[in-house]
Structure formats: C-alpha cells, structure tokens
T-cell receptor, first 114, second 110 residues
Framework: DTAVSQTPKYLVTQMGNDKSIKCEQN?????MYWYKQDSKKFLKIMFS???????INETVPNRFSPKSPDKAHLNLHINSLELGDSAVYFC?????????????FGEGSRLTVL | SQQGEEDPQALSIQEGENATMNCSYK?????LQWYRQNSGRGLVHLIL?????REKHSGRLRVTLDTSKKSSSLLITASRAADTASYFC??????????FGTGTSLTVIP
C-alpha cells in the first residue's frame, strides 16, 4: 500500500486555468506538508497542516490554497496558473510536528503551465 | 538563506568505490536528516542524526555531524549502480522547520 499518494502525477495546463492536486496518507500521521521542487531541485516548504489546522504558511502567492478535509488528506488548489508555477509539487507527512521524526513523501505531481 | 548546501553538486564514481557528500548549514539545528531521490520519484528518508550525536551508521551509510563547523557528511561505502540518485540533507531547526538543499547528484558507473 502506498503510504503517501498524490494525484495526478502529471498535469499540463494553460496559463490562467485553475487546478487541484490531491494528497492522502494512510500512515495515521498528524502533520502533512506541501513542498515545491524547482528545476534546480531546490525543495521549498509551502504549507504545513497539523490535524487539519494550518501551522506553516510560507510566502506563497494567495493563488495557492491548501485544504484539509481531515487529517489524512491535504489538497492543493491553484488559481490563475502562471508559467512560474511549473514545478514538481510534493506532498509529505510526518508523525510529529516537532521535527524529531522523518518526512514521508509522495511521488510528486509534475505541473507544466503552457 | 537557512537551507543546507550540499557539496559537490554532482559526483560520478565507479561501482565499488566510496561516495562522500557534504552538507553545510547556517542555523542551530535540532537534527539533520539525509534523503535520497531517484529520478522522477519522491524523497526517501535515509538517516537522522541528532544535534548531540557525532556519528551514525546504517548499513552502508555513515553520517557524521560537526555542529561547531555546522557541517555533515554522508558516506556510502561499496557503492552500487542502484545507489545512483540525488541525495539531500535536511536541517531541522530549533523551531522544528525543515530546510532542504539542492542535493548532490550521484552517478555510480557499473
């Protein structure tokens, strides 16, 4: 069974469109994250949720809105897509908020904005 | 920037050789973790070393941490072609936030 699964794996869309990426974890973890990996492989935290509550919201455009219907799901909705949004987006989860544990990553969702 | 910085950016070795990659960081840390990313895949946790530890082993992996120099190294012994991947260090600061670098791309030639 996949521990952290995200869909879709690939997403190609036009500028200005709205798209969503879904993430689910079956590990029973309390904390979930969204990371963005750029073309240089730099990983940047975007959001972190603990038990459905937002605890980290890095400086990302408000076109990005995370939604956590329950602690096993953290979806990412992006409005008015721009060329610079092209990247690989990773969902991750961890058992603890304290940072003393490891992160479990999904396989990534590659977003291409044309 | 608070991110870790890996060195070298790319490393190419023959199968059977050892691979060493380094990570430097700037802030005080709670712990430091190493992750591996195969091409087109997600990151996979390899090993965690706490700020009060100096060395840790896991199979063919050896990690060292020098908090006075704010640096860590990952040694992979007796490398295999299957070790080909990107390796990232992640520092976890005292505010419990994770910071990743841009990774070291390792190629192991059979």
């Amino acid at each position: 069974d996949t521990a952290v699964s995200q869909t879709p794996k690939y997403l190609v869309t036009q500028m200005g469109n709205d798209k969503s990426i879904k993430c689910e974890q079956n590990l029973g973890h309390d904390t979930m994250y969204w990371y963005k990996q750029d073309s240089k492989k730099f990983l940047k935290i975007m959001f972190s949720y603990n038990n459905k509550e937002l605890i980290i919201n890095e400086t990302v455009p408000n076109r990005f809105s995370p939604k956590s219907p329950d602690k096993a799901h953290l979806n990412l909705h992006i409005n008015s897509l721009e060329l610079g949004d092209s990247a690989v987006y990773f969902c991750a989860s961890s058992r603890f908020t304290s940072g003393t544990g490891e992160l479990f990553f999904g396989e990534g969702s590659r977003l291409t904005v044309l | 920037s608070q991110q870790g910085e890996e060195d070298p950016q790319a490393l190419s070795i023959q199968e059977g050789e050892n691979a060493t990659m380094n990570c430097s960081y700037k802030t005080s840390i709670n712990n430091l973790q190493w992750y591996r990313q195969n091409s087109g895949r997600g990151l996979v946790h390899l090993i965690l070393i706490r700020s009060n530890e100096r060395e840790k082993h896991s199979g063919r992996l050896r990690v060292t941490l020098d908090t006075s120099k704010k640096s860590s190294s990952l040694l992979i012994t007796a490398s295999r072609a299957a070790d080909t991947a990107s390796y990232f260090c992640a520092t976890v600061d005292t505010g419990n936030q994770f910071y990743f670098g841009t990774g070291t791309s390792l190629t192991v030639i059979p």
